[in-house]
């Protein structure tokens, strides 16, 4: 689960990362272009002293759909908040397309984060506001603060989102109240808000983990498609072995908060998997 | 679990059941203490003393023998430890109770005869509370009167009943003082009482009397009615010409809403407008407040941090304030009226609601925040998508609520000149007009009852 996640937005601080002072650090550079993301000796350590990643260095090319597993508190989920900075890392840098994201200031950052697109375990969808707005908000990286507040989106976003939910299939729940819906559902809203960003980048944080595994499967599917037909890279943590061996074009298992395996889905065996889960594990299947 | 750790750590110096119940005797608590259970004897002691202080203080000799049963129970206890045996704590603390208790009755004045005896004398107030005058009908005012020569002269003028009536006519033309006379009266409206006036040669005018009761007269039917006055003292011995007067006041015309109700009703709305302009405001400046006293928000720095534990530790103080005490000050202030009534609702919402408000900030789900920073959103879009919409809810909820609270207190506020229908509730009762005082009783009642199933209503629909 999001044991990481959960405890950094727990009882001490605001989930809103742009409240952090930070040290001035140069302006973005240009950087080698060999890949589209890389991660350079990341490390988090909480304030109460948990070390949730240490020295974690990959890169991901264009295109690729990795796959991040690892125990629940092995740091999949805080490696994915570092990479957007909803956490921001101890030290460490993530460039992405030559831009180094942990230095950018709060403006680039913002238009960073548009830019990449994030969907959770729980959704996390405005509950009371209706499945359409909760779309659009997608796309409150581009447009302004007062057309936002006013609800007047440009028509071209309200098309574009009609477009979005009819991709994930629900347009008809377009003007019911968002937890009105299934959590099934409520995952395919979240895709469509995600997909509202045009995002070349998708994080996903265990996006089936609280869906049962019919519906595990068809989410799945439609953040494979995205990766397949519109070329979006996706970073995606999973707690089933099963499911990353379905969907994942590479697997990357964290224990601890380092880097256990790196590799094709396939040359995870029996012992790899131990490794991985610990002595007691025992594989189950998702089908 | 206790027991075993306490008599592990204090080892017991005696062993002898009698000793220890004997030590108890002797100095409450002694025995426990010295037979290993030092907390136990300590609070023992610690009661004895604080419970004979007290009588001692407030001189109630007569309630010390009270304290025999714990004291007694207190070296019972001390044996039945040392011989190891299981005592009924819950005994004791009864038995420390029954003083406690006792003293407690007596400070407070508790006086159950006095509670029933003197029931009969609310009843004024229970039958205005039951007859409430929100209608009435015209007063209308009729007198009659008829000569009568005092004291009595050789040749007394004859007895002339006139044509009209009502009239009154006496027995005889002439009376001497301190001399019944029989006075008859025909003519008046049916069923109704009325008084008896004298009036002398000068037209001064008093109510007749005899002995120390006034005289009343009650008519009958055919509006009728005969009585017996004395005749009262006069100053000139010369024979005079005096009047006996008959009056009554009767209800006439149809039913009318009355001064009351028109007092009521806009005293009330009063009350209420009161209510809202206190929640309005209060409910504004407990947003302002309500976000620097919430935890989640200002975790970020220590600066932050300080103005969190400011802005709580000064809703709490306001809070602790009730709104009664703060109407004093303000009528001080700003004067009798509703504005002072205004005010100290205002600063008791501003402290309740700004608790409440930020208890609702500190536990909004911290996911949809988290889901909306991460599209690129700035902190005002993060506020308005991700956090009010979890907010308003509450925020409404506990106005709505809060208005029904100020409605309540602000009929209180009245009595001590803070405006609304309060205020007339109090001077009714002064002037002991209880039916006016029931009117308002029942205004505030439905009124009340209105707000509460509305406000409920509310919080069923927002929530």
Redesign the interface.
């Known amino acids: 689960m999001s044991g990481r996640g959960a405890r950094s937005?727990g009882?001490?601080?605001?989930?809103?990362?742009?409240?952090?002072?930070r040290q001035t650090q140069p302006a973005p550079q240009r950087q080698d272009r060999s890949n589209v993301l890389q991660i350079r000796n990341l490390t988090k350590i909480y304030e109460d002293g948990t070390v949730a990643l240490h020295d974690i260095s990959f890169e991901v090319k264009d295109g690729e759909f990795l796959v991040i597993i690892g125990l629940s508190g092995s740091g999949k989920s805080t490696l994915l908040r570092c990479i957007?900075r909803?956490i921001e890392p101890t030290s460490g840098q993530v460039i992405w397309d030559d831009v180094d994201i942990t230095a950018a200031n709060q403006g680039e950052l913002?238009?960073?984060?548009?830019?990449?697109g994030?969907i959770?375990q729980?959704?996390?969808?405005?509950?009371?506001?209706p499945v359409l707005?909760n779309v659009l908000?997608?796309?409150?990286?581009?447009v302004s603060?007062w057309r936002?507040?006013l609800g007047r989106w440009p028509r071209e976003d309200r098309e574009r989102a009609f477009r979005n939910l009819e991709l994930v299939g629900i347009a008809e729940k377009a003007y019911n109240r968002a937890d009105e819906l299934s959590g099934g559902q409520q995952q395919r809203v979240?895709i469509a808000?995600a997909l509202?960003?045009e995002p070349r980048l998708l994080?996903a944080d265990e996006p089936v983990a609280s869906l049962d595994p019919a519906t595990s499967h068809s989410v799945m599917k439609y953040i494979e498609q995205l990766n397949r037909e519109m070329g979006v890279t996706v970073l995606c943590s999973l707690h089933f072995l099963s499911l990353a061996r379905t969907y994942a074009t590479r697997i990357i298992a964290l224990k601890a908060g380092e880097i256990v395996f790196d590799g094709d889905p396939l040359d995870i065996d029996d012992r790899r998997f131990k490794e991985i889960y610990g002595e007691e594990a025992v594989e189950v299947e998702i089908r | 679990m206790a027991r075993e750790n306490s008599a592990e750590k204090n080892s017991p110096s005696i062993r002898n059941p009698s000793l220890a119940a004997l030590l108890s005797l002797l100095v409450p608590g002694l025995g426990q203490i010295l037979s290993g259970r030092r907390e136990r004897g300590v609070s023992i002691l610690l009661t004895t003393v604080v419970l004979l202080a007290l009588v001692a203080w407030l001189k109630f000799w007569d309630l010390a023998p009270l304290i025999l049963p714990f004291w007694l129970y207190n070296a019972w206890d001390a044996r039945q430890l040392v011989l190891g045996r299981r005592v009924n704590t819950t005994l004791l603390v009864l038995l420390a109770a029954l003083l406690t208790y006792s003293v407690g009755w007596r400070v407070t004045e508790i006086d159950v005869t006095q509670f029933v005896e003197g029931a009969p004398k609310i009843r004024p107030f229970v039958s205005g509370l039951l007859r409430p005058n929100y209608l009435t009908r015209e007063i209308e005012y009729g007198e009659a009167k008829s000569p009568v020569e005092v004291p009595c002269s050789d040749n007394p003028p004859p007895l002339s009943p006139g044509p009209e009536l009502p009239r009154i006519t006496l027995d005889r033309p002439c009376a001497n003082p301190g001399e019944p006379l029989e006075v008859f009266g025909e003519g008046f409206p049916p069923n109704i009482k009325g008084e008896l006036w004298w009036e002398n040669t000068i037209g001064d005018q008093s109510r007749l009397r005899v002995g120390r009761e006034f005289v009343d007269f009650q008519t009958d039917d055919q509006g009728r009615f005969q009585a017996q006055i004395v005749v009262p003292q006069v100053t000139n011995e010369n024979p005079q010409t005096h009047y006996v007067e008959a009056r009554y006041v009767t209800h006439v015309g149809p039913l009318t809403v009355s001064e009351t109700t028109y007092l009521v009703v806009q005293r009330m709305g009063e009350t209420i407008a009161q209510a809202l302009m206190a929640t309005t405001l209060g409910a504004l400046l407990a947003v302002f407040f309500s976000f620097p006293a919430a935890r989640n928000l200002m975790a970020f720095h220590p600066v932050a941090i300080l103005l969190y534990y400011v802005t709580r530790g000064m809703l709490n103080i306001l809070r602790a304030i009730e709104p009664l005490i703060m109407a004093i000050v303000f009528v001080v202030w700003v004067g009798l009226g509703p504005f002072a009534g205004v005010l100290a609702l205002t600063v008791h919402s501003i402290a309740a609601l700004g608790k409440l408000y930020s208890e609702a900030i500190e536990s909004i789900e911290p996911g949809p925040i988290e889901a909306i920073t991460a599209t690129g959103a700035n902190r005002i879009q993060v506020i308005w998508f991700a956090v009010l919409p979890q907010v308003w809810p509450p925020f409404i909820a506990f106005t709505v609520y809060r208005w029904d609270i100020n409605v309540r207190m602000s009929t209180i506020i009245g009595f001590v000149g803070g405006g609304g229908i309060g205020f007339l509730l109090q001077q009714w009762i002064r002037l002991t007009d209880f039916r006016s005082a029931g009117a308002a009783i029942w205004a505030i009642a439905l009124v009340v009852t209105v707000l509460d199933f509305l406000s409920r209503e509310v919080r069923r629909r927002v929530v």
Not at chain 1, 12 to 17: E, L, N, Q, R, S
Not at chain 1, 137 to 142: D, I, K, P, S, V
């Open positions: 937005l009882s001490t601080a605001f989930p809103i990362p742009f409240t952090h002072t957007n909803l913002r238009r960073i984060r548009r830019q990449i994030m959770f729980h959704f996390n969808l405005v509950k009371r506001l707005t908000t997608g796309r409150l990286g581009y603060t936002s507040i979240g808000r509202m960003q994080l």
